[in-house]
């Protein structure tokens, strides 16, 4: 079956397909919109930007705005449930997560969100009193939500109504606290062979809950961390994206003891990059890409971690996804 890979740039939306052992760009769409993150399922393309969310039935050709309900449309982060059709979700700057369950075509706002993003002045040094939902982790009938600068959030009913988790503060305070996760969420995984196995890259390290976000404790001893993948077979195992500090010294990083101990996995790259690191991971089929934060895409086997660039005449990617066709 044909493979389609999905491009998310800061200049458009770029669809590619396999061939033989490389990708080749075939189409282009959403010019000169800025797309922060791609999905894709069942024939539908969803685009998140920073004018709203744009939908494509016939992969690319065309699209149409689908912001029905979308009070806020500055799109960080769009996911959707992977057990039931026409879920999905998105996640804004400000602050804010909303639901829709008819593919995007209609949206409804979680009004606790903003309530507590109001309550306890949620921050971005480059939008301030805001913060951002950029990423979301769902297994069964819990979500979780990653908050730029706040906190993780969980919905224990299907995403109809969110909290703080119990290890999270909520407040963006960076002072360290034991069993609690550090404020500033980058991303959220969940293993699925457990709702409440949960992992969070943040600006001051990795963290692992293994009670649903009640306590929390670092897997990684020092760094700021936006990017993990989590084996979905084996739960101790996870490849990392760390570095010193925001793009700086950035690296890719594997454990296969849940975080005791790291190796460096990052064979057929130059690093630490001295200026920039991994910005998301996203694994399709039995590769694993990483996007990084100057906008290059790179791909390895999740067997060897053999790393090489991707269609590198590309620049400006913020996310990738992939459709079976």
Known sequence: MDQTLLLATSYGLIVCQREEDAWREIRRGLADHNVKSVIARQGVILAGTRDGVHRSDDLGKSWESANEGLS???VRWLAYHPDISD??????????????RDGARTWRE?????????????????SPEAGCVRGFAINGWR???????GCVLVSDDSCESWRLAEGSRGDPNHTPQPGYVHSDVHSIAVHPSSPDLVYAPTGGGFYRSLDGGKTWEKRYPRGYVRAVWVDPEHPEHMILGPADGVDRNGRIEQTQDGGRTWAPADQGLD?????????????????????????ELLAASVENL????????ILGVNAVTSMKL
């Open 87 to 100: 879920f999905e979700l998105a996640g804004t700057e400000p602050a804010a997560i909303f639901v829709s």
């Open 72 to 74: 806020v449309r500055h």
């Open 271 to 295: 690093t630490p990059w001295p200026r920039h690191m991994v910005e998301r991971f996203a694994q399709v089929g039995e590769d694993l890409f990483a996007v990084l934060s100057n906008g």
């Open 306 to 313: 053999n790393w090489q660039p991707v269609l590198p005449d």
């Open 143 to 149: 979500a979780y939500a990653a908050v730029e600068d």
């Open 110 to 126: 979680c009004p606790e969100v903003a309530q507590l993003r109001e309550k306890h002045g949620w921050y971005l040094p480059y």
